[in-house]
Nanobody
């Protein structure tokens, strides 16, 4: 069984920065993809950024140039560096780790950006 533990959320003023972490433990296939999603109450979960085990990345248009996704394969951990945060970035952020038909989600971490 794979478990994901997220950390790093919190309250920050607009223009500030936060760094989220997601550590995976358990039996993990070496070729995998890690992603960050976010979700506001009553809205669909949306993809923020993704990174493959080969370090190819993709970003939602709304965060390009402000957020950076990275990973440490030795630690099975992914990170989301969030800079120039805006109030509209306020959401619960979830990490996802998957390969083939297997997918695992973190518990979510709240990010709140005050204006």
């Amino acid at each position: 069984q794979v478990q994901l533990v997220e950390s790093g959320g919190g309250l920050v003023q607009a223009g500030g920065s936060l760094r989220l972490s997601c550590a995976a433990s358990g039996t993990i296939f070496s070729i995998n993809t890690m992603r960050w999603y976010r979700q506001a109450p009553g809205k669909q979960r949306e993809l923020v950024a993704g990174i493959t085990s080969g370090s190819s990345t993709n970003y939602a248009d709304s965060v390009k140039g402000r957020f950076t996704i990275s990973r440490d394969n030795a630690k099975n951990t992914e990170y989301l560096q969030m800079n120039s945060l805006k109030p509209e970035d306020t959401d619960v952020y979830y990490c996802k780790f998957f390969w083939g038909a297997r997918q695992y989600w973190g518990q979510g971490t709240q990010v709140t950006v005050s204006s």
